[in-house]
């Protein structure tokens, strides 16, 4: 069985541009959330989405968005990037249909801001 | 003050010892989770706790609800144990919305 995959692993951006990041959950899993972190603020959470709907989000400005789609596959997307979210953003999916569950991460995708 | 605290922050032991790590939380939990995290950024859910003890291997995790407190055990301790181990709380409102800890950085030399 296939782990969680995210891409892209690692990517340069600078300030002001956007970016997206994708994470394919493992199969049969529909619930899907999104962590940042940096040395400075450790872990904190940014947003879950079951079936295709966010059902919690964090303390995050709004330029930071997600989505998740049918195949539950998610996305999450910063506009305007500023050079403090330069971090290592995980995702973890889980097969609970209710609000606790073992999560499976991936391997992350770091992101530097110039 | 944190909702989710660790000690100790960082721990150095020789091969073969008995680790402790603890968990203190300060808010209503469906779930506490403990978590193994390598260098590369990987992380690794090796135990998910409502209520009393779990092992698996040499990993003890135990949980008392009433003190809001967990502990992470590992015996006979080996280098490949070195890693950042982290405690995360499932709040009862919103449970994946997960708090965590600072983490623990465990070194265990050979």
């Known amino acids: 069985k296939a782990g969680v995959t995210q891409t892209p692993r690692y990517l340069i951006k600078t300030r002001g541009q956007q970016v997206t990041l994708s994470c394919s959950p493992i199969?049969?899993?529909?619930?899907v959330s999104w962590y940042q972190q940096t040395p400075g603020q450790g872990l904190q959470f940014l947003f879950e989405y079951f079936s295709e709907t966010q059902r919690n989000k964090g303390n995050f400005p709004g330029r930071f968005s997600g989505r998740q789609f049918s195949n539950s596959r998610s996305e999450m997307n910063v506009s305007t990037l500023e050079l403090g979210d330069s971090a290592l953003y995980l995702c973890?999916?889980?097969?609970?249909?209710?609000?606790?569950?073992?999560?499976?991460f991936g391997e992350g995708s770091r992101l530097t801001v110039l | 003050k944190n909702e989710v605290e660790q000690s100790p922050q960082n721990l150095t032991a020789q091969e073969g010892e008995f680790i402790t790590i603890n968990c203190s939380y300060s808010v209503g939990i469906s779930a506490l989770h403990w978590l193994q995290q390598h260098p590369g950024g990987g992380i690794v859910s090796l135990f998910m706790?409502?209520?009393g003890k779990k092992k698996h291997g040499r990993l003890i995790a135990t949980i008392n609800i009433q003190e809001k407190h967990s502990s992470l055990h590992i015996t006979a301790s080996h280098p490949r144990d070195s890693a950042v181990y982290i405690c995360?709380?499932?709040?009862?409102?919103?449970?994946?919305?997960?708090?965590f800890g600072q983490g623990t950085r465990l070194t265990i030399n050979p």
């Open positions: 706790l409502s209520s």
């Open positions: 199969s049969g899993h529909r619930s």
């Open positions: 973890a999916s889980t097969s609970q249909t209710g609000n606790t569950g073992e999560l499976f």
């Open positions: 995360a709380v499932s709040p009862i409102q919103g449970a994946q919305k997960l708090v």
